[in-house]
DNA sequence: CAAGAGATCATCT
DNA sequence: GATGATCTCTTGA
């Protein structure tokens, strides 16, 4: 079940707690690499200092201005790749930052912690900026497995990481995983 | 166990 | 020319 672009169009703090539990699918001709996310952290509006589009509208923040339902895919530190879900409506600057995902390539579910190391793990790299998320190449989907109650109670808050330079904005609690 | 430095480049000033 | 939405390894207590 591929979630549909207006699940993407959302409020992004709920988007952002909403998409923990779900399946992150990327298809590499017959192959395909899954995993469940489990970490996620939310950059919202233009005042956002932790965000990059908080300087403005650039080339490479373009994206996060535009509709919701792409992939944000972005070099750090020169070595890594972080992997972001834009969200909401036109014109407003938001995203999803996925942190960690479980694995379930393996025999044993093994977690991968971290945007780059999930990066690597997924084979997400510069090509995949900008890709559609409702495309047949990198798209989330939900499996059925929430029985009752969903797991809402599961879903801790906290601060978000790396972020020191961002003054105020970064005590905000826009940072959710499941336990 | 906690803390710190290095690797390395696209993007912005 | 400076710097960051990171990770891993090394150092020191």
Redesign the pocket.
């Known amino acids: 079940m591929k979630l549909k672009r207006s699940f993407y169009l959302q409020p992004t703090l709920k988007v952002a707690q909403e998409i923990l539990g779900k399946f992150l699918v990327h298809r590499i001709g017959k192959r395909k690499i899954t995993g469940k996310i489990i970490e996620t ?1 939310a ?1 919202v509006g233009p005042k956002d200092k ?4 908080s ?1 403005g509208r ?4 373009e994206l ?1 201005f535009g509709q919701g339902g792409r992939a ?1 895919v ?7 790749y ?1 992997f ?1 879900v834009v969200t909401e409506k036109k014109d407003y600057p938001a ?1 999803v ?1 996925i ?1 960690a995902v479980m694995a379930e390539n393996a025999h044993s579910p093994v977690q991968v ?6 990066c690597q793990y997924f084979k997400i790299d ?1 090509k995949l900026n900008g890709v559609s998320l409702t495309g047949n190449v990198l798209w989330i989907e939900e499996r059925g497995e929430r029985k009752r109650g969903q797991g809402q109670g599961r879903i801790i808050r906290s601060k978000r ?3 020191d ?2 003054g105020e904005c970064k005590n905000k609690l826009w940072r959710f995983y499941l336990k």
Do not use: D, F, Q, V
């Open positions: 952290e950059y932790a965000s990059h589009a300087r650039t080339a490479r923040t996060m944000y972005y070099l750090i530190y020169g070595m890594y972080c972001n995203a930052l942190r912690n971290g945007p780059g190391k999930l510069k990481i790396g972020i330079y961002a």
